[in-house]
């Protein structure tokens, strides 16, 4: 009881000094949402290259990068998919030799088109971009206290043996919630948002199980130890990078009709 307390305070305490600094990207704009999102793709690069067992991570972590700077910053999708393509074609070549090769060839669509999606998010709109980070941030919220104080059957046993159904629908209605009365604080009152909130928070949790498979498959337990209480930058946003392309394509589709 009193680990479980201490690890609350832990993420707390982390979680109150990291959302500062996200919502004042979000706020002050362009170009330091670029910058923000170009830090947290480079670290998660760095993490993918040394979580990944490989004999060059500083080769592949540039590669990465340079693939995710590029998403961020160019204005062209044809520039953006040339680059993507040659990346991973790129990193496909140099692991030749590597025992996890697919993985690493993996880095580079997961982080460039994860984070490259919240760039693209915020080019729509920068309003509907914090309403999904805090959906996110629910979900996560919502899951860790229902899992812990309920418990009950798991989730995924063999992936993932924390993760309860409890937790999934915890962050389901915590995420739906949050979608609900943000979106309804902006004048838009339609009880779907909060079918979309629980959607999204089933889509995150099944970022978070993959993520979770490949760290049993590679025997570690987090990404890295950057955030005290939540491990390496991956294991906070994992389920955020590997929803935001749904939610980029949603919202393309949505301000198109």
């Known amino acids: 009881m009193v680990k479980t307390k201490s690890n609350i305070l832990l993420r707390t305490t982390t979680a109150l000094v990291m959302a500062p600094l996200v919502i004042a990207g979000l706020y002050f704009g362009y170009p330091y949402v670029v910058l923000m ?4 793709g480079a670290l998660l690069s760095w993490e993918w290259s040394t979580m990944v067992t490989n004999q060059r991570p ?19 999708w044809t520039g953006i998919c040339i680059m993507l393509l040659f990346s991973t074609l790129l990193v496909w070549q140099k692991a030749k030799a590597e025992k996890h090769r697919r993985l690493l060839t993996l880095g580079v669509p997961y982080i460039t088109v ?4 919240l760039m693209w998010i915020y080019y729509i709109t920068a309003f509907h971009i914090l309403c999904f980070i805090l959906i996110i941030w629910a979900t996560d919220i919502g899951g860790y206290i229902f899992g ?5 059957p798991k ?3 063999k992936i993932s043996p ?9 962050g389901m209605l915590l995420a739906a919630l949050c979608c609900w009365g943000y979106l309804h604080y902006f004048g838009l009152n339609d009880w779907r948002l909060a079918v979309a909130g629980a959607l999204l928070a089933v889509l995150e949790q099944i970022g978070d199980l ?20 939540h491990g390496g930058v991956f294991d906070r ?3 955020m990078i590997f929803t935001a392309p749904f939610v980029y394509l949603i919202l393309s589709y949505w301000f198109s009709i």
């Open 237 to 239: 946003i994992d389920g």
């Open 162 to 170: 924390n993760k309860t159904w409890s937790g999934l629908l915890g």
């Open 210 to 229: 993959i993520e979770s498979a490949i760290k049993r498959y590679l025997g570690v337990k987090d990404s890295s130890t950057l955030i005290p209480g």
């Open 155 to 157: 989730l995924a046993p």
């Open 114 to 117: 994860g984070i490259g999606s």
């Open 58 to 76: 500083a080769v592949y972590a540039v590669i990465y990068t340079a693939s995710t700077a590029v998403a961020l910053m160019l204005n062209s």
């Open 148 to 152: 812990k104080s309920i418990k009950g």
């Open 37 to 40: 999102l170009l830090a947290v």
